[in-house]
């Protein structure tokens, strides 16, 4: 699509306005651009697994759902991008007050683009990564991606 | 470890009372056997996408959960899980009232786990699987499981 | 595409007879049927890693190859397959002289097909699984699966 | 390990000399450091899938070794690596005369390493990336990754 800059944030938002689960955890978008976007999600005790550490479940929804709003970042008007599987390495226990996301296209194609979303947060300035993914989606007609 | 079925059950029971992140979704294991476990999750409106199918982070969240529980049942007193990495591929849009996962130790190791993970719904007393991970765990004393 | 037996055989024998590098390590087929194929290769010298076991590229090529022909064999008459991306977890060290592969269509769809592909060895007549892999193949007109 | 740059390259040359499947391929280093390791490939006609395309089997094998090799430039002294699973996204058909691959550890864990690996071809100066895979290898002590 070839969006302005505003039209590509507004376009982004609704990409995590409309989705619940993503208003559920409080995933936000704070930055994009033509292929990439960067979210956030302030954590809380709920998103917590056994041991106090960030579930793997937030930060593969959080990869995912970032990954696949760059992905439709890069596609023709009128199509849209449904997950087909995503892989999800969990480099370190993740103990953190913010969690961020950032999600760019690898490889945009005409029906499957591939993106590569890391999961890190900021401490002392510095990377600290806890996962990354590599999610593979299919582009296809919006009407496609709808409920029959 | 060797557990009786009673203990098995309050040992998986409390594996997803302990997670967060479980509980907030309403993941609830059904039954369990050493080395598989079965959960369930009533499907409600902020469990969706913006297409309104159940999100893949909770398609990931109950498929990864479901399978560390069932590792855990496999490992040694005194050692514990944590997730290394997975993979999941969705199959088909998921529209269902009931979320069932039931996961499998397909290989037991003693440093590492592998098990896989479906994720369906019943209709018309046929499974209609919606995904299927892999999930590669670790296995590891109790004590590096946790926040130090 | 609508196949009986006589003409599925001739048609995957040709899927991995026109592959060179299936060829070249020895890859043969030995059964199939609608959405599944059955696969063996005799372990040479020359197929090992460092330590004398089944190098993961050979174990990968046979799953990856042996899934794609099971895919071939779901897809519409002018269509056919390639990969788009496979996961393959390595569960125990491979010794064997005869590796055994089956592959089986878990999903078929009209542009993803999802294949799961065991690698194993017979010994005392049980399974030995060395790796067991999950195919994405994309399905296309035969045109767009040629060099240009 | 800490080794000079003259016992890293001893140490790398070695870890494909060793390998039969990767001198049955032609695979060799072609420079390496601390974590990272380049390899490359003269493709013959023996190396292509049906289509005349570099099979993904090939591309499999010169990723999953390159990143072994490079984890295994971050090891202790007595400890070895073996990979545990790996991922690849097959991105575009591969053509080249010489295929390149360059891995290099995301993260290096005592147990656990994960690698990303790149395979790519040069064309007019530029990277042409056709598949990209993440490894992920198991730390153990060298014994341990011997036939018993």
Redesign the interface.
């Known amino acids: 699509m070839s969006m302005n800059q505003q039209q590509l944030e507004a376009f982004v938002q609704s990409?995590f306005a409309?989705?619940?689960?993503?208003?559920?955890?409080g995933i936000r978008p704070t930055a994009c651009g033509p292929g990439w976007v960067e979210t956030e999600l302030a954590i809380l005790?709920?998103?917590?697994?056994?041991?106090?550490?960030v579930?793997?479940?937030?930060q593969?929804?959080?990869a995912?759902?970032t990954a696949g709003v760059a992905a439709a970042t890069t596609v023709a008007e009128g199509f849209s991008v449904?997950?087909?599987?995503?892989?999800?390495?969990?480099?370190?226990?993740a103990?953190c007050d913010i969690l961020l996301c950032r999600a760019e296209v690898?490889?945009a194609?005409k029906?499957?683009c591939?993106v590569e979303a890391e999961v890190f947060a900021l401490k002392d300035g510095a990377k600290r990564?806890f996962s990354?993914a590599?999610v593979?989606v299919?582009v296809?007609p919006i009407a496609d991606?709808?409920?029959r």
Chains 1, 2, 3, 4 share one sequence.
């Open positions: 990409g409309q989705a619940a689960f993503c208003g559920d955890l005790p709920r998103h917590s697994q056994q041991n106090g550490f579930h793997a479940g937030v593969s929804t959080i995912d759902h449904l997950s087909v599987e995503f892989k999800v390495n969990l480099l370190r226990p103990l690898l490889k194609g029906h499957i591939v990564l990354k590599t593979t299919a296809m991606t709808q409920p």
